[in-house]
């Protein structure tokens, strides 16, 4: 049943409007029998609805079962706290998760019709959850037509109960950090310095036309091919990436069928119909089965990146197929160890042709350990490389078989 009120009790769901204030306050909250001196709050929705627009509420460490909504620039803050000589710095919110206000999504915080949002050191759990399919979608924090930041979190727990209920691959469900809207924007939310891991689809999804999300220096961590695709990063239908210096790990194959696991791969950082000016650069990107994925776009610049332990694909795939074309990109500097070496395909860099590529560069790619360095076609350039234990540097068509039956 879906519920809309808003309650001062633990567990509350609260939702706030933007007021005129001027000033800055620092509002502190503590639960009850636990060192936080001066706490004035045993909630943190509480200081929600009585902070003013620009106002830090500082959170002591404890367990606040809790599910709030935002929609006033306000910075929540997890601090340190000095119980018998020991420094205590864990402030986690574990709600059992509800549908409220008729929203789409189920997020532990959920920042709404605003700017200026900062959500810093806490750690956020979405496991209590009862989510079956594919809606309402589940997250670990949702920003919706909303502007702010991320940063020095740990965001777990988002997989729902029967993840075969969603198999579709957009949007999919089961996000850390998800960032959308339905206005033109434009919004910007940077997801930097977490770490993010046990979801059910993406890391970070950022999605739609409007929508900036720098994603830098996070640690993602995904359970790898198992019910349906799961991306590390997504960025889709007009978002713009900056995703750089994170490190991000899927999973293998393990003993699922070559074909199973491709149909239920893990990849790193996928693209699809992307906006101009996405740039995803010096990422370490592992045991995933594809690294990169690029599915139509323009004016990317791919660069930097250190890819290995690819066992399905290939270390980076670029195609044109979701928006009809991937153009006037730059892919760079990119090196690419141990890509499925005589099994399917396993390039370091791997072009399908047909899907409206045209005008991109291939330059300066390491590959060690891999069936070729670079499978391209003509709609492309593709510079010089340097490549090590490869059966080809490379191909200039996507139609040659994998493996050859035996080694040259």
Not at 139 to 157: E, K, P, Q, T, Y
Not at 315 to 328: E, L, M, P, V, Y
Not at 332 to 352: H, K, M, Q, R, S
Request: hydrophobic share 40%; proline share 5%; aromatic share 6%.
């Amino acid at each position: 049943m879906r519920m809309k009120y808003v309650s001062f009790a633990l567990g509350m769901l609260v939702s706030v409007c933007v007021i005129a204030h001027a000033g800055e306050t620092t509002l502190t909250v503590g639960k009850p029998n636990t060192d936080c001196p001066n706490a004035e709050y045993t909630t943190i929705a509480a200081a929600v609805i009585a902070a003013a627009p620009g106002d830090i509420i500082e959170i002591c460490p404890a367990l606040y079962p809790e599910q709030l909504v935002i929609s006033k620039p306000l910075t929540l803050r997890g601090v340190r706290d000095n119980v018998a000589g020991n420094e205590v710095n864990r402030v986690l919110l574990q709600p059992s998760l509800q549908e409220i206000q008729d929203l789409p999504v189920e997020a532990v915080i959920t920042v709404m019709n605003t700017w200026g949002v900062s959500i810093e050191n806490l750690a956020i759990d979405a496991s209590r959850n009862s989510v079956q399919g594919c809606t309402p979608q589940l997250a670990d924090i949702h920003f919706h037509n909303a502007s702010g930041r991320v940063a020095d979190d740990a965001l777990f727990g988002a997989q729902l109960a029967n993840p075969q209920n969603c198999v579709e691959i957009l949007p999919g469900n089961g996000f850390g950090v998800l960032v959308d809207s339905d206005k033109p924007g434009p919004f910007y939310v940077a997801v930097e310095n977490n770490s993010i891991h046990d979801f059910t689809k993406d890391g970070v999804q950022a999605i739609n036309a409007g929508v900036t999300a720098k994603v830098e220096g996070n640690r993602i961590a995904g359970v790898g091919p198992s019910i349906a695709f799961q991306f590390g990063v997504f960025i889709a239908n007009g978002a713009v990436g900056l995703i750089n210096g994170n490190i991000i790990t899927e999973g293998p194959c393990g003993s699922l069928s070559p074909a199973n696991c491709l149909n239920a791969r893990s990849e790193g950082v996928t693209l699809k119909s992307f906006g101009d000016g996405t740039v995803v650069s010096h990422n370490v990107i592992t045991h995933a089965q594809s690294g990169i994925f690029i599915n139509g776009g323009n004016d990317a610049r791919i660069s930097d990146n250190f890819i290995s332990d690819i066992d399905s694909l290939d270390g980076i795939d670029i195609q044109g197929t979701a928006s009809g074309f991937f153009t006037n990109s730059r892919i760079d500097n990119n090196t690419i160890f141990n890509v499925t070496p005589l099994a399917n395909e396993g390039c370091g860099v791997f072009e399908y042709s047909g899907t409206g590529i045209a005008g991109n560069t291939i330059s300066r790619t390491t590959v060690n350990d891999a069936y070729c360095g670079v499978g391209f076609v003509t709609a492309d350039h593709s510079e010089t490389g340097d490549y090590h234990n490869t059966l080809f540097t490379g191909v200039n068509t996507d139609t040659f078989s994998y493996p050859p039956p035996t080694e040259p």
